[in-house]
């Protein structure tokens, strides 16, 4: 069974910059999470998509941040303007359902580093 | 909101010590989670715990959800050096919702 693909797995930029990353989920995986993870601490949610609506966004910068997953499969989170203190591992996650405890099969990440 | 924290931090082992992460909540649980992630890698999931008091045990390791739904513990037996990396604690809040909130992690680290 594939895995959770991210895409690019590094990306500098220059503070004021714009950044994208994608997610494809597990397939049949109908909801997907966009965690940052700065060094040294615990995964953050951002943003939490069940199918392709959006269930939890309490947690995102919405003046700079946006994230969508259009047809309920793979996603992409935009950051514009970037700023230094977005140096992060951007995570993406999925898992099989929403309510209850299902596990979260995370992706390898994107190191984003903001100069 | 809700607020995970785990103690220690760090824990640098010889390698046959045991090992233990203590993972405390600022509110009631619904249910909590243990990933495991390796440097330079990415969170993978161990368990999960929905009892009261349930204890449950990998090979090595030992889970247990307190009597109050609001910490955690895992204990590691006999560590090896394929145990290094950093291991957190995930809650879901009992007030609804699905939100996981990721603990502080703690990093272990064994020497031979």
């Known amino acids: 069974e594939a895995g959770v693909a991210q895409s690019p797995r590094y990306k500098i930029i220059e503070k004021r910059q714009s950044v994208a990353f994608w997610c494809n989920p597990i397939?049949?995986?109908?909801?997907l999470y966009w965690y940052q993870q700065i060094l040294g601490q615990g995964p953050k949610l951002l943003i939490q998509?069940?199918?392709?609506?959006?269930?939890?966004d309490s947690q995102l910068p919405k003046d700079r941040f946006s994230a969508e997953r259009l047809k309920g499969v793979d996603s992409t989170l935009k950051i514009q303007p970037a700023k230094l203190e977005d140096s992060a591992v951007y995570l993406c996650?999925?898992?099989?359902?929403?309510?209850?405890?299902?596990?979260?099969?995370f992706g390898p990440g994107t190191r984003l580093t903001v100069l | 909101g809700q607020q995970v924290m785990q103690i220690p931090q760090y824990q640098h082992v010889q390698e046959g010590e045991d090992f233990t992460t203590y993972c405390n909540s600022s509110?009631?649980?619904?249910?909590i989670q243990w990933y495991k992630q390796r440097p330079g890698g990415h969170p993978v999931f161990l368990i999960q715990l929905v009892k009261s008091g349930e204890v449950k045990k990998q090979k090595r390791l030992t889970f247990q959800f307190g009597e109050a739904k609001k910490n955690s513990s895992l204990h590691i037996t006999a560590t090896q050096t394929t145990d290094v990396g950093t291991y957190f604690c995930a809650g879901r809040g009992a007030g609804g919702g699905n939100k996981l909130t990721f603990g502080t992690g703690t990093q272990l680290k064994v020497e031979l």
């Open positions: 998509f069940q199918n392709n609506g959006v269930v939890d």
């Open positions: 996650a999925s898992s099989l359902g929403y309510s209850g405890g299902f596990e979260q099969f």
């Open positions: 397939s049949g995986h109908a909801t």
């Open positions: 509110t009631t649980l619904s249910n």
